[in-house]
């Protein structure tokens, strides 16, 4: 299994639920979204053994291409999911700055294809095809990528997108992966031609299988398999009784009317997806536990992901291999605070994961110069002479 993190680029971080999202105005943090805390971010995920954060996309978010170009730098390992919709730039361009950011980082970059499901969003940055468009629109928009990426010479005409002669010289090693979300026919339909990882919110295991079982019979059609993957928030204490606690907390500092507000705000998305968050949490905070240790109180004021695993570090290893049993491999994570949260989740879950030898660290620290091997005697001080 690989896990994520996320950096809180839509507006920023704080110890209460950020709310916004999917066409809603992001509220007011207590944290912004710096380069310095974004950095600290991406270094202690590293350091946990994160494989990569996630990066949003959004009019409320800060551009997830230029934020992680300019974090880049600031660790060494640490991937980037960088989430972009392909209707907003040219195929071409894309195709560029993708092979640009994977060579000069090292190849550290992984793509998160967002269609876009709020058609007033959309039409923000001038586009005012409907969802349906959008995701014919990306799939004339990765067979063009694709095919630059493979060095071939690209001439498409197509319904919404055209290139002529098109010959792509920064071409990435290695090739990124396309990660995919979509719950609709049509998304999926997107997903199965051309994702390598197809991403769902989290949902009840059941339900995902239902949903990954739909994905896999499209993929095969294209004679196609794919890697699963579950976006998620994380409450993760040394007890189950310190973790909900923590959640409600979060709770007690979200304001009713601030969830009549966002709650009437995403009822009006097109997105299949969040019809299904919606309707995980009721606009309540009521019945919020909806399977062992999946709690959907963050939905109630944050469209997209709204749901988290909440429990003591082994009730939330029980949860993810239940995940993991009906086919997930891949988990994208976030909490609140997002530093403090990663350390939680990586310092206390992770370890349990790797005891159950479901998890191990993709880059373990090497052991510093000043380390002494067990058993071994302690080197003697460093005697200094008076001068």
């Not at 398999?225 to 976006?231: F, P, Q, S, V």
Request: proline share 6%; charged share 20%.
């Amino acid at each position: 299994m690989k896990f994520h993190w996320f950096l809180p680029t839509n507006g920023g971080d704080s110890r209460h639920v950020v709310g916004g999202g999917h066409g809603q105005p992001a509220e007011a943090s207590t944290r912004p979204a710096s380069v310095p805390y974004l950095g600290q971010i991406a270094r202690s995920a590293e350091q946990l053994g994160f494989e990569a954060a996630l990066t949003p996309t959004g009019a409320w978010c800060e551009d997830s291409w230029v934020t992680t170009a300019m974090i880049n730098s600031l660790s060494e390992r640490l991937k980037f999911l960088v989430a972009f919709r392909p209707g907003m730039t040219a195929p071409f361009v894309a195709a560029q700055m993708a092979g640009t950011f994977q060579n000069l980082s090292g190849g550290r970059l992984l793509l998160n294809v967002v269609t876009g499901g709020e058609d007033t969003e959309q039409a923000m940055y001038g586009d005012f095809t409907t969802k349906d468009e959008r995701y014919a629109r990306a799939d004339e928009f990765l067979e063009i990528v694709r095919r630059l990426w493979t060095g071939e010479t690209v001439t498409f005409d197509g319904q919404y997108l055209s290139v002529r002669d098109a010959v792509l010289h920064q071409i990435p090693d290695p090739l990124p992966e396309i990660y995919f979300g979509g719950s609709s026919p049509a998304g999926i339909a997107v997903a199965a031609k051309h994702a390598d990882v197809y991403l769902t919110w989290g949902e009840p295991p059941a339900a995902v299988a239902e949903k990954i079982e739909r994905v896999r019979r499209a993929a095969a059609e294209h004679g196609r398999e794919l890697t699963y993957g579950i976006r998620l928030h994380t409450i993760a204490r040394d007890t189950s009784e310190a973790a909900w606690a923590e959640a409600d907390r979060l709770l007690a500092g979200i304001d009713e009317a601030d969830i009549a507000r966002i709650q009437a705000g995403l009822k009006q998305s097109a997105s299949e997806g969040q019809k299904r968050m919606l309707a995980l949490n009721k606009g309540t905070k009521d019945g919020l536990e909806i399977y062992p240790n999946l709690w959907a109180g963050v939905g109630l004021v944050r469209g997209g992901a709204g749901t988290a695993m909440v429990g003591s570090y082994s009730e939330i290893a029980d949860l993810v291999e239940a995940y993991h049993e009906v086919g997930i491999d891949e988990f994208v994570l976030s909490g609140y605070p997002h530093l403090e949260e990663a350390y939680w989740f990586g310092e206390g879950v992770l370890p349990e994961l790797t005891r159950r030898g479901l998890w191990q660290h993709p880059a373990p620290p090497a052991a510093g110069r000043a380390a002494v091997p067990f058993g071994a005697p302690a080197p003697a001080p460093l005697k200094v002479s008076a001068s």
